[in-house]
């Protein structure tokens, strides 16, 4: 475990991980097997990869071995962690198309599953929601690198757009 009282002086800032570097897959605490995998496949279209017994499952984009874990092994029949503990704020899905986005949009809406938010961030457009454990997603598209906002020095601008408009995305997940 990290201990930041051990280190008496100030990390080496030189060091970057390697720009190639990316994250592979996660792995979720769930309550129920069955209730996520009727989540994550059923409603959001992942693939079912793999099942370990009645505890666990892998689920992927695609051939991919696995983008998300589903695991009860100490969660079954669980809670979610109360507000203000620390955790796993989200785990974002990103989509290839906005328009894709706005066809999985769609798919939770009609499953009746409530969404907590939606922002243009000018680098991407995000959806927020939960699953039914409590735990976040956000559902997101980039925009192609060379579209992105950036300051007079060059630097990556995010932004907060508000309000967002997702009836347009919705239309765009029809044509």
């Known amino acids: 475990m990290y201990n930041s009282h051990a280190a008496s002086s100030v990390p080496d800032t030189t060091y970057r991980i390697p720009a190639a570097a990316g994250i592979g897959h996660a792995h979720l605490k769930v309550s ?3 209730r996520a995998l009727q989540f994550y496949c059923g409603v959001l279209g992942f693939n079912l990869v793999a099942r370990f017994r009645n505890s666990a499952a892998f689920i992927a984009a695609g051939d991919y071995h696995h983008h998300l874990g589903l695991n009860t092994w100490e969660s079954l029949g669980g ?27 769609r798919r939770v809406r009609e499953a009746g599953i409530p969404l907590r938010g939606a922002s243009d961030h000018g680098v991407s457009v995000s959806i927020y929601l939960q699953d039914p454990d409590g735990i976040g997603l956000e559902l997101t598209w980039d925009r192609p690198q060379a ?23 919705l239309r765009e997940a029809e044509e």
């Not at 809670?79 to 906005?98: D, E, K, M, S």
């Open 32 to 34: 129920s097997l069955e």
């Open 79 to 105: 809670t979610p962690p109360a507000p203000q503990h620390t955790g796993l704020y989200h785990v974002a899905i990103r989509y290839p198309t906005r328009g894709d986005l706005g066809a999985a949009v």
């Open 147 to 169: 579209e992105w906002p950036r300051t007079p020095e060059g630097e990556v601008e995010l932004r907060m757009a508000d309000p967002f408009d997702l009836d347009g995305l």
